[in-house]
């Protein structure tokens, strides 16, 4: 492992960039000015809770914006070095870490998919919402099958999110990520939610899935439109 790799991952450096990087997420939230789509996205959801919020990957420090201060939350965080930053933040944005990533196949158990799966149904039902990524780390914009397991077995609706920033820095990376800047306009627009029967065969967990990947488009591509872009990461997909 490189010097800067050590650095970066002790633990008072990682909690000290935890510290700075939550500080400037509150100052992008508090300077920038934002609108809801649904303007009564919270009425209709505030009864439903706690939800499974789906967001696809780049999406990461924004999306914890659309969270009202009143709703418990845990998220789902991978288990890499990158992931215990993201922890941190989240920790001091006041939601919870679930730790594991989604995978495929035999990767699944290595990257603690069956326990991260375990940890989300504990949280829904004790109430907290749970944040995850729908897309499948490296292949961007292409819902995984996790998300709507999850939403079988807990009985929770899948609520898809987007949270966009006029001012922002996009990522060359391969899930576009985006970072707001501050003094700007924002959107956050929620998709109609998204019930996973439990008795749901093979079939309708395929169009539950491809019902989720189309709406976290569809929010996606209003809440760019909303601050007069358009969405680098539409094109991404594999």
């Known amino acids: 492992m490189s010097l800067r790799k050590r650095i970066t991952r002790s633990t008072p450096v990682r909690e000290a960039l935890g510290f700075l990087l939550a500080g400037y997420l509150g100052l992008v939230r508090r300077t920038s000015r934002f609108v809801m789509e649904p303007a009564d996205a919270y009425d209709r959801i505030g009864p439903l809770m706690p939800v499974i919020a789906a967001m696809w990957h780049g999406q990461h420090f924004m999306v914890h914006f659309a969270k009202r201060p009143e709703d418990p939350a845990a998220s789902l965080v991978s288990r890499s070095g990158d992931g215990e930053l993201n922890a941190v933040v989240l920790r ?21 998919g069956a326990m991260a799966l375990r940890g989300m149904l ?7 919402m749970v944040v995850m990524t729908a897309d499948i780390p490296k292949i961007s914009r292409v819902c995984g099958t996790g998300v709507v397991a999850l939403a079988q077995r807990s009985g929770r609706p899948i609520v898809p999110v987007a949270v966009v920033t006029s001012r922002r820095i996009d990522v060359q990376s391969w899930d576009r990520a985006s970072i707001g800047l501050p003094f700007g306009r924002g959107a956050i627009v929620l998709g109609d939610p998204i019930f996973v029967p439990r008795e749901a065969d093979a079939a309708a967990l395929e169009a539950a899935r491809q ?28």
């Open 122 to 128: 504990r949280a829904l039902a004790d109430g907290e």
């Open 92 to 112: 001091r944005l006041g939601i919870r870490a679930i730790r594991g990533s989604g995978a495929r196949g035999r990767r699944q158990r290595e990257r603690g």
């Open 211 to 238: 019902a989720v990947e189309q709406s976290l488009d569809a929010v996606h591509a209003r809440a760019y439109e909303r601050v007069g872009s358009r969405d680098p990461g539409a094109a991404v997909r594999q």
